[in-house]
Every structure is written in structure tokens, then in C-alpha cells.
């Protein structure tokens, strides 16, 4: 099994930063990409961002310029670095891993919430 625990969210004012982190342990074989998706009430699920197993990345177009997506191996986490937040921005905040036995592991969540 695979666990995913994320941390990092909380309130910041619109224009601040956050980093979430998503820390992986278990029994992790082969990776084929870790992703960040998000969700506020009432909206739809939205990809955020997305990296590969080869490091390779892509962003959803509303955070592209904002948000970076990076990865430490050693310590078997990735991380979504958030600049320039808006009140858009706000959502719930979760990581999901994907092997390539096609198999789905989601982290628990955090809250992001951008607010004067």
C-alpha cells in the first residue's frame, strides 16, 4: 500500500505564498506521475499540476506562471509551490499518485484559502 500525506495549506492574503508538500511512504515500486488537484464548492475537480516519473510537468492554464511543481526523491516528496495567490485560488488541495499498474493513491487533503 501507499500513503500520501499533505501539508503546507493555510489562510494567506491575496498575492502571498504557499508551499504544500506531499510526502509519500509504502510500498512505492514504479511512479508514473504525482499530481495536484484542487477543489472548491460547488466546482469541479481541476487538475493543478502534474509531474512525471521522467521529470517532466504540466499546469492547468489558470495557475501557469504561479505555480511550480518540483519533486526530491530522496525524501519521496513533491512539492507545489504557489506564488501570486488570488481568492480563485482558494480550494481544497489534494495529491494523488498514479502507478503504472493503473492504480490511484489521493492523500488526504489540505485547505489553501486566499483572503483580505
Known amino acids: 500500500q501507499v500513503q500520501l500525506v499533505e501539508s503546507g495549506g493555510g489562510l494567506v492574503q491575496p498575492g502571498g505564498s504557499l508551499r504544500l508538500s506531499c510526502a509519500a511512504s509504502?510500498?512505492?515500486?514504479?511512479?508514473?506521475?504525482i499530481n495536484w488537484y484542487r477543489q472548491a464548492p460547488g466546482k469541479e475537480r481541476e487538475l493543478v499540476a502534474a509531474i512525471t516519473s521522467g521529470g517532466s510537468t504540466n499546469y492547468g492554464d489558470s495557475v501557469k506562471g504561479r505555480f511550480t511543481i518540483s519533486r526530491d526523491n530522496a525524501k519521496n516528496t513533491v512539492y507545489l509551490q504557489m506564488n501570486s495567490l488570488k481568492p480563485e485560488d482558494t480550494a481544497f488541495y489534494y495529491c494523488n499518485l498514479v502507478t503504472p499498474a493503473m492504480d490511484d493513491y489521493w492523500g488526504q487533503g489540505t485547505q489553501v484559502t486566499v483572503s483580505s
Open positions: 509504502g510500498s512505492i515500486f514504479s511512479v508514473n506521475a
